[in-house]
């Protein structure tokens, strides 16, 4: 029925899946019969005010659940009201290469003995305590430390950090102590979908600038800086989320040029720096009295240690931050963060991050191998996620083509502020369980690039 609309149920449910459970239910009330047509993709997107991806995984996952047959060149036909259920169970879904995350076997090889020496500390019963609400004192010297030794963040002081539930919340709070609902914050055309979904949550508007080969551009930051719209600015200068560019030391110091021009405040997402132990000095050390320095362990230690770190600059802003802390959290959780401080202190952090960059050289070699030229030069040999350069059309096909040979990737739309400026995929390399998941996941994607090429120069 090419004319099918199906209505989408409320909730908190994944979009795909409740248009995947609409279908279900119009097959199953005879609504769409046996062999009907489906609506193409992008007209279904666009009738129902969805994303083309969203659409694609739905159908795919239709498929994969014996709902739809789908033909090359055809279309999307129904296969009727005994079409099987989802399985949910096992482990046999899409190989991760969307997740952003470190390689856990480190981590994991260590917390059991981490564990034991935990219950050896003196100060562990404080922990079971109410922390104060930048954080127990132990774990922001630590954090300072960490970011001293690990970020290039030198004279790092810790009374001017707060330790957080993640760099998610500090950038939440970073945001929190600058803006307010309808202000405009400056950002790259593409960037971390973390922020696109806190200005969504908070009501702040995004405008994207443009961007090169080393990320976000000093003109395109003046020119919109002049115009006295917003005087906040959040910014990736490091690995910077999705492209995987860095910022040489001549850029960084033509924005902190632009910043002072025009009394900016710098919001630094600097939670992949420990992968490019190279990369300039970051911008808290550049221009401490306007920047907010955001940072992690998640990245790179292990995604479930919650626990993170914001510097403030000088002046009332750590104040507001800490108001915000006790509206809306009182304090931070401790023992994510104790987990965090101990392998800090004892050095297990850095033999922890040594391996993990050691095993993301080996798999950046490995994507290198398979995917050739359709990958931006990565900027570090430890790179965590890498860039396919390509248009909006050809990134929502490739991503399509992908999913239905067994790969889920970052949602091409995910990151896109400005549309058309910065397009493309993120490709992550580190949830794959091991380098065989992960060359099996590369080579699908391979493929999927070279159909999605050959689909492009026909058109031509």
Known sequence: MAGWTP??????????????????????????????????QRDLAHRLGLGLGTVTRAYVEAEKVGLVQAHVGRGSFVRGATAAKPDRTGDGGPINLFHNIAPSGPADARLADTLTRLRRRPDLIEHLGYSPSAGLEVQRRAGAAWLERSGGLTGADWTRLACTAGAQQALALA?????????????????????????????????????????????????AAATGASRVVAIQPTLQNPTGRIMSADRRAQIVAVARKRDLLLIEDDIYAVYAPNAPPPFAVLAPERTFHVSAVSKSL???????FLIAPPGGHMDRVLRAVRALAYAPPAFGGLIATQWIEDGTADVIVAEVREEMTARLVLA???????IETPMSASAPHLW?????????????????????LTPPSAPVVEPGATTGLRLCLGAARDREELERGLRIVAAAVSDVDERSRAVI
């Open 175 to 223: 945001f929190g102590a600058v803006a307010r609902p309808g202000d405009t914050v400056l950002c790259e055309a593409s960037t971390f979908y973390g922020v696109k979904a806190l200005a969504e949550h908070a009501g702040y508007r995004l405008k994207g600038l443009a961007m090169d080969a080393e990320g976000l551009r000093p003109d395109a930051l003046d020119e």
């Open 7 to 40: 209505t989408l149920s409320p909730g908190d449910t994944p979009l795909y899946e409740r248009l995947l459970d609409a279908l279900r239910a119009d097959i199953a009330s005879g609504v769409l019969g046996d062999g009907e047509r489906l609506p193409p």
């Open 368 to 374: 290198r191998q398979i995917l050739g030229d359709a």
């Open 302 to 308: 292990a995604p479930g240690l919650r626990h993170g």
């Open 388 to 408: 396919l350069p390509m248009s909006e059309l050809d990134a929502e096909r490739l991503a399509g083509r992908a999913l239905r040979g067994g790969v889920e």
